[in-house]
């Protein structure tokens, strides 16, 4: 299995599907987990190999073709005049020929590699160049073949996926958690989008998160349909106590990457609707993004200020705090493969106000949506459940209920399913 988040680095929802499914996994099949960068591990049946703490026992560097003075200076000199992605789409595409000298098995070798991947930011700047040098150690580490199956989880690990197939000869599946075309809009043509088709074309199954998402891949992949299963993400149980707080203002919380992706315009349209039919309100807006600051200038441009309360990112420890003072949960996402976020808030009895462009949408029956850009619908769902006590009572209940039956084990057995399939063919 080839991850990028993982325990106790998180960036999104990537890291917490990962982690829930490789635990759900490992009872049932023994896996040998590749990751950017590892810690304890407390998982029975999963061998996990992070390249931040990578040994020489477990790779033979002289047949890794690559040289690390060579690259840095490379990406360092192409940067300027053409974007990373083209450049790293080259790499990618050239990464079955010997275009580099060998890189010696020396320690200052290995220390490289594990600074390379130590780094806090999950992605960075240099995220085309650490997706290179992955699908080139994961192929090496991987490269004895003993395995059944090979699953990358999303398209950081897409490289390396079809590199070890290659390699190995063993049935590739790919988990798609996202697309390009969510994060950049329908039309996105780039080097992110190509190493995802490329990937989904060499893969033997494609497992998407939603239907949604089977349907994006579809549309915007030309993917074959046949080739797609759709296994739902799940949601660990948890021990969740409602806190009442004592504010007058009844509070909305949107949690989140503020990017284009997560409708951050809508928030604020949304916002100032319901403001005007019910000023007691306020809304919590947790995360960062490059949406950030448009999406502050714009609540003061339209004098919301007092009604907006700017979070930043929030540990897992704190979500769990303001989720259980939240009144309603708001998630207007333009495009969202699934949307753990709404499972987490029905867990703590908070009714949602959702996109109908989500896969949470398939699995939240209690849950009330509305296309992304139906500003007024959501304005109006809001409103009725800060208003009306019962609307959120019973809804609040039914989502709850609803998600008791959303669990990793679940989705543990689908993927099983899967594996088993490719394996007797």
Request: glycine share 6%.
């Amino acid at each position: 299995m080839l991850g990028w988040e993982f325990p106790p680095l998180f960036s999104g929802g990537l890291g917490i599907a990962t982690y829930g499914l490789v635990k759900a996994l490992s009872p049932k099949t023994d896996i040998r987990l590749i990751i950017p960068q590892a810690s304890a591990n407390d998982l029975s049946n999963v061998n996990i190999i992070g390249l931040n703490q990578l040994t020489a026992q477990e790779i033979d560097l002289e047949r890794v073709a690559f040289n690390f003075s060579f690259l840095n200076a490379k990406v360092h000199q192409l940067s300027v005049s053409i974007s990373p992605y083209h450049y790293a789409n080259q790499l990618i595409e050239d990464s079955q020929r010997n275009a580099f000298d060998a890189l010696s098995t020396d320690q200052k070798s290995i220390d490289q590699i594990n600074n390379i991947f130590s780094g806090k930011e999950v992605y960075g700047s240099n995220v085309m160049h650490k997706v290179y040098l992955f699908s080139k150690l994961s192929e090496e580490i991987a490269a004895d073949g003993n395995f059944n199956v090979i699953h990358a989880h999303d398209w950081v690990t897409y490289p390396a996926g079809i590199n070890i197939k290659h390699r190995t000869h063993k049935p590739l599946v790919l988990h798609v958690h996202a697309l390009e075309t969510d994060r950049v809009g329908g039309h996105a043509r780039n080097e992110i989008y190509k190493v995802e088709r490329r990937g989904m074309e060499e893969a033997d199954k494609v497992i998407a998160v939603s239907h949604y998402t089977r349907q994006q891949i579809m549309e915007h992949y030309q993917i074959d349909e046949h080739k797609i299963e759709v296994v739902h993400n799940g949601i660990d149980p948890a021990g969740i106590v409602r806190t009442q707080h004592k504010l007058k203002d009844k509070l909305v919380v949107f949690l989140g990457r503020l990017t284009h992706q997560k409708g951050p315009q809508y928030l604020v349209e949304t916002a100032e609707k319901v403001a005007q039919v019910y000023p007691r309100v306020k809304f919590i807006v947790a995360g960062m993004g490059d949406q950030f600051a448009p999406l502050l200038e714009s609540s003061a441009y339209k004098k919301l200020g007092h009604h907006f309360i700017f979070a930043g990112f929030l540990s897992k420890a704190k979500v769990n705090e303001l989720l259980a003072l939240a009144d309603v949960y708001f998630m207007p996402s333009v495009s969202e493969p699934f949307g753990l976020t709404a499972l987490e808030a029905a867990q703590h009895f908070v009714p949602s106000v959702i996109s109908s462009q989500s896969g949470a949408a398939e699995v939240m029956k209690s849950s009330l949506k509305a296309d992304h850009w139906d500003t007024d619908k959501y304005a109006n769902y809001i409103h009725a459940l800060l208003r009306y006590n019962a609307l959120h009572q019973n809804l609040s209940l039914g989502a709850n209920h609803e998600i008791q039956h959303v669990t990793w084990e679940h989705a543990a057995e689908k993927v099983c399913g899967i594996y088993n399939q490719l394996y007797r063919n």
